[in-house]
């Protein structure tokens, strides 16, 4: 009995009210990321009712050939390709690269491979050689270690002497194929606009139909490029390079410091120093380049704590450069620290996270404690009808989509947490295998690994949080009196496929 009254009191006294304050929290931290959401989506309606494409802001024409100076008239050109064992791709990207339309003597081909298996840079050097006997000017460059990964490759291409004759460089990654006219799209609003310093193409995605996981992988890619890519460009000029499909002016890289190796996310890195000089970015929609999603669970994986610990990562250690800068208006600077980081690099994790997976479960043993049907139903739809609009062909697979992204979301607040924190995988770089999807039939013939028993598969984070929501979503079902279960049991079924490893391809 007094065991009872102890717990009682315990309960009104302290986890009540520590609870409220949890999702007190938690619905600022609601508003706050609705608000972002609905700004983003609403430039990007005011861009499409108006029309307000790149080439109506910035000057934009197509490059013309000079009876006089012939060939002369188009600028250098360095193509940069990236790879680490790249054994499916590789002839793809090379291909796509050499496949541009621009004067062969304006233009150079630059394989950064840092492979290190013998055969797979054999095949490279053989790749390179045929298209350099084809009159591609196409150099294969390597190191003799992986110090700073791709930023170190990169970095470490530029200073060759024959780049320095280069004005623009454009990096595709290696299972990237840039569309022939790529450079004769783009080129022109760095040439006719010296204040731009970076044109980004979207993706296009060549095995998004893969599988159910890179079908959700292409909702999120989208409603990136479609309204945080698009409304950053439109509104300030500004947004985070994707590392790829991107071409920069030399001038503004080689001001701002050139490549980085501090953090995992060297593009990002560099799009914020550049930024911060003054530069301005254009995004291009009607510019796709095709690439791969990981169709694996576990490079997907791997892919999105990179992605989450990166950006944490560099915003601690960037945070008082960008306030201390004098180059760039306070709103602008304001708009980096809050709305490029804070709101959707690091809150919007632990928010989804928190909130959707541990706070609204939980409330289940405090039915003493509102929540608010606004953050629970009303937020939240908005936000998720915001990512469908952006691939309409996938909207039957919301519901999905929104299960898998709070699974997705315990990935990235981990890799969030060692970002902010500095933990011990913070500068983890693991290559997203890619298998060749982009072909029905495989240029090269893969090496696949032996499949792994059901218990090799399973994820134990993944199971944990689970049973946790399932035992949740049995007890409302028992003594509650709302319909809360409906949801929870979808959730802790998608944290359990997860865990046992049931998603996207073997």
Same mark, same amino acid.
């Given at each position: 009995m007094e065991t009872m009254m102890w717990w009682r009191e315990m309960r009104s006294l302290l986890l009540v009210p520590m609870f409220k304050c949890l999702v007190a929290i938690c619905l600022v931290i609601s508003l706050l990321v609705f608000v972002e959401s609905l700004y983003m989506n609403i430039v990007v309606i005011y861009v499409k009712l108006f029309k307000r494409k790149p080439e109506k802001i910035y000057k934009w024409e197509a490059m013309q050939e000079d009876m006089e100076l012939g060939d002369q008239n188009y600028p250098m050109v360095l193509v940069q390709i990236p790879m680490y064992n790249e054994r499916e791709v590789f002839q793809l990207s090379i291909g796509a690269a050499c496949g541009l339309i621009w004067p062969l003597d304006r233009l150079i081909v630059q394989?950064?491979?840092?492979?290190?298996?013998?055969?797979?840079?054999?095949?490279? #050097?053989?790749?390179?050689?045929?298209?350099?006997?084809?009159?591609?000017?196409?150099?294969?460059?390597?190191?003799?270690?992986?110090?700073?990964?791709?930023?170190?490759?990169?970095?470490?291409?530029?200073?060759?002497?024959?780049?320095?004759?280069?004005?623009?460089?454009?990096?595709?990654?290696?299972?990237?194929? $840039?569309?022939?006219?790529?450079?004769?799209?783009?080129?022109?609003?760095?040439?006719?606009?010296?204040?731009?310093?970076?044109?980004?193409?979207?993706?296009?995605?060549?095995?998004?139909?893969k599988c159910l996981m890179t079908r959700m992988q292409e909702m999120s890619l989208n409603y990136h490029f479609t309204a945080e890519q698009e409304s950053g460009s439109t509104r300030h000029?500004?947004?985070?390079?994707? &590392?790829?499909?991107?071409?920069?002016?030399?001038?503004?890289?080689?001001?701002?410091?050139?490549?980085?190796?501090?953090?995992?996310?060297e593009d990002m890195d560099l799009a914020v120093r550049v930024g911060l000089h003054g530069w301005k970015f254009v995004f291009v929609n009607d510019v796709a380049v095709k690439s791969e999603l990981p169709s694996q669970f576990k490079a997907f994986r791997f892919q999105?704590?990179?992605?989450?610990? &990166?950006?944490? #990562?560099?915003?601690?250690?960037?945070?008082?450069?960008?306030?201390?800068?004098?180059?760039?208006?306070?709103?602008?600077?304001?708009?980096?620290?809050?709305s490029f980081f804070f709101v959707r690099k690091i809150i919007v994790h632990f928010f989804t996270f928190f909130f959707y997976c541990l706070i609204l479960p939980t409330s289940v043993f405090f039915p003493e404690v509102n929540? $608010?049907?606004?953050?629970?139903?009303?937020?939240?739809?908005?936000?998720?009808?915001? #990512?469908?609009?952006?691939?309409?062909?996938?909207?039957?697979?919301?519901?999905?989509?929104?299960?898998?992204?709070?699974?997705?979301?315990?990935?990235?607040?981990?890799?969030?947490?060692?970002?902010?924190?500095?933990?011990?995988?913070?500068?983890?770089?693991?290559?997203?295998?890619?298998?060749?999807?982009?072909?029905?039939?495989?240029?090269? $013939?893969q090496i696949r690994k032996p499949r792994n028993g059901?218990?090799?598969?399973?994820?134990?984070?993944?199971?944990?949080?689970?049973?946790?929501?399932?035992?949740?979503?049995?007890? #409302?079902?028992?003594? &509650?009196?709302?319909?809360?279960?409906?949801?929870?049991?979808?959730?802790?079924?998608?944290?359990?496929?997860?865990?046992?490893?049931?998603? &996207?391809?073997?």
């Open positions: 394989v950064l491979d840092d492979s290190t298996d013998p055969t797979i840079m054999d095949m490279v #050097n053989i790749e390179c050689g045929k298209w350099a006997r084809k009159g591609i000017n196409i150099k294969c460059e390597r190191r003799d270690n992986r110090n700073g990964y791709k930023a170190g490759a990169l970095k470490q291409g530029v200073r060759h002497s024959y780049v320095k004759q280069c004005t623009y460089i454009a990096i595709f990654d290696a299972d990237f194929q $840039p569309e022939p006219d790529y450079l004769q799209c783009t080129i022109p609003f760095l040439i006719h606009n010296p204040e731009l310093a970076l044109v980004q193409a979207r993706w296009k995605f060549v095995n998004a139909k000029a500004f947004f985070g390079f994707n &590392g790829t499909a991107g071409v920069w002016r030399m001038a503004a890289m080689e001001e701002a410091g050139g490549w980085k190796d501090r953090t995992t996310v999105q704590h990179r992605w989450s610990c &990166g950006p944490a #990562n560099l915003f601690r250690k960037m945070t008082m450069e960008i306030i201390s800068n004098k180059r760039v208006t306070i709103w602008k600077k304001l708009y980096v620290i809050y929540i $608010p049907t606004w953050s629970t139903v009303y937020f939240p739809l908005m936000i998720t009808l915001f #990512n469908a609009i952006a691939t309409p062909r996938s909207f039957y697979l919301v519901v999905f989509w929104v299960l898998f992204e709070n699974v997705m979301a315990m990935h990235r607040t981990k890799g969030t947490f060692i970002g902010l924190l500095e933990g011990g995988r913070v500068n983890e770089w693991v290559v997203t295998e890619k298998l060749g999807d982009a072909l029905e039939t495989k240029l090269l $013939p059901v218990l090799d598969r399973i994820n134990s984070k993944e199971m944990m949080v689970g049973i946790y929501i399932l035992c949740c979503a049995s007890y #409302n079902l028992v003594f &509650g009196k709302t319909l809360l279960y409906i949801y929870l049991y979808m959730q802790a079924l998608a944290f359990i496929i997860s865990g046992f490893g049931f998603v &996207g391809t073997n």
